[in-house]
Nanobody, 126 residues
C-alpha cells in the first residue's frame, strides 16, 4: 500500500505564493506519473498539473499555466507544486495523486491515478 501525504497549504493574500509538497511512503514506490488536482467547495475535482517520473514531462491546466510549477524532489518519492500569483479562484482543497502504471486516457483524468492523498486546504483571500 502507498500513502501520499500533502503539506504546505494555508491562507495567503491574492498575489502571494505557496509551495505544496507531496511525499509518498509505504511499499517500494515507483510511478509512471504524479499529479495535483483540486476541488473547490461544491465543484468537481479539477486537474491542476502532472509530471511523468521518468522523462519529467510536465502538463498544466490552462488556468494555472505560467503561475504554477510542478517538480520532482531529489528523493524519488517527493513532488512539489510551486504556486505564484495566487488568485481567489485558486481556493480549493489540493490533492496529490500517483499513477503507478501508464493507462489509456489523459494524464489530466483522475481515473488514471491509483493513489490519492487526503488533501491540503489552500485559501486565497482577496
Amino acid at each position: 500500500q502507498v500513502q501520499l501525504v500533502e503539506s504546505g497549504g494555508g491562507l495567503v493574500q491574492a498575489g502571494g505564493s505557496l509551495r505544496l509538497s507531496c511525499t509518498a511512503s509505504g511499499r517500494t514506490f515507483s510511478s509512471y506519473a504524479m499529479g495535483w488536482f483540486r476541488q473547490a467547495l461544491g465543484k468537481d475535482r479539477q486537474f491542476v498539473a502532472a509530471i511523468t517520473w521518468s522523462g519529467g514531462s510536465t502538463y498544466y491546466a490552462d488556468s494555472v499555466k505560467g503561475r504554477f510549477t510542478i517538480s520532482r524532489g531529489n528523493a524519488t518519492n517527493t513532488m512539489y507544486l510551486q504556486m505564484n500569483s495566487l488568485k481567489p479562484e485558486d481556493t480549493a482543497v489540493y490533492y496529490c495523486a500517483a499513477a503507478t502504471i501508464r493507462r489509456a486516457g489523459s494524464i489530466a483524468s483522475p481515473y488514471v491515478y491509483d493513489y490519492w492523498g487526503q488533501g491540503t486546504q489552500v485559501t486565497v483571500a482577496s
